[in-house]
């Protein structure tokens, strides 16, 4: 079974360009969550998408936003970018409870000039 | 408030010593779950244990126990004779299950070097 994938795998922009990033789950999960990671942040929670619908959201402006299709693929865009932007963006997906192991990609390491 | 607290950074060791990660949490829910992941250099989590609010056993893999102590908070994983393969960052996480949110509350990680 393949795993959580996600690209591209690198990126840089420059500030005020805006960047769409890709998640494809593990099939047959319908839940995808991205979080974004700092040092000394830690993982920040974005949002999660559960059968095209958001169902929570984190404390990130509204530059960030995401959508999932019916494939349960997800992606995330964030407009106007910032130097502060700059991070590795996770995706994670599972079945479907949010009490359930989270099976996390690669992520997308952004850099924002 | 909901927060997970992992007050350790960095952590180096040399091979087979025994390590302690420490992690503390804070939720009002009284249903939750508690997790660990591991982050190697690859960037990818990788899950290494759930633990409901009503389980508070303890739990033992190979190398590797928990210890969860809800009258501390706490949710403590340590690690047997270390290896150089256990270097990574590792994170603790909280999913609160009683206030109906769907995300993970994550601590800022811990990195654990071991040496040879």
């Known amino acids: 079974k393949a795993g959580v994938t996600q690209t591209p795998r690198y990126l840089i922009k420059t500030r005020g360009q805006q960047v769409t990033l890709s998640c494809s789950p593990i099939s047959g999960h319908r839940s995808v969550s991205w979080y974004q990671q700092t040092p000394g942040q830690g993982l920040q929670f974005l949002f999660e998408y559960f059968s095209e619908t958001q169902r929570n959201k984190g404390n990130f402006p509204g530059r960030f936003s995401g959508r999932q299709f019916s494939n349960s693929r997800s992606e995330m865009n964030v407009s106007t970018l910032e130097l502060g932007d700059s991070a590795l963006y996770l995706c994670?997906?599972?079945?479907?409870?949010?009490?359930?192991?989270?099976?996390f990609g690669s992520g997308t390491q952004l850099s924002v000039l | 408030a909901q927060k997970v607290t992992q007050a350790q950074t960095e952590i180096s060791v040399v091979e087979k010593e025994d390590v302690t990660l420490d992690c503390v949490y804070e939720t009002r829910d009284t249903t939750y779950y508690l997790f660990w992941y591991k982050q190697p250099p690859s960037g990818e989590l990788v899950f290494l244990i759930r633990r409901n609010s009503f389980d508070e056993q303890n739990e033992i893999s190979g190398r590797y126990s928990w210890n969860f102590q809800k009258s501390t908070s706490s949710f403590n994983f340590t690690i047997t004779a270390s290896q150089v393969v256990d270097s990574a960052v590792y994170f603790c996480?909280?999913?609160?299950?009683?206030?109906?949110?769907?995300?993970?509350?994550f601590g800022t990680g811990t990195r654990l070097k071991v040496l040879a």
């Open positions: 996480a909280l999913s609160p299950l009683s206030s109906g949110t769907y995300k993970y509350i």
């Open positions: 994670a997906s599972s079945h479907e409870k949010p009490s359930e192991k989270l099976f």
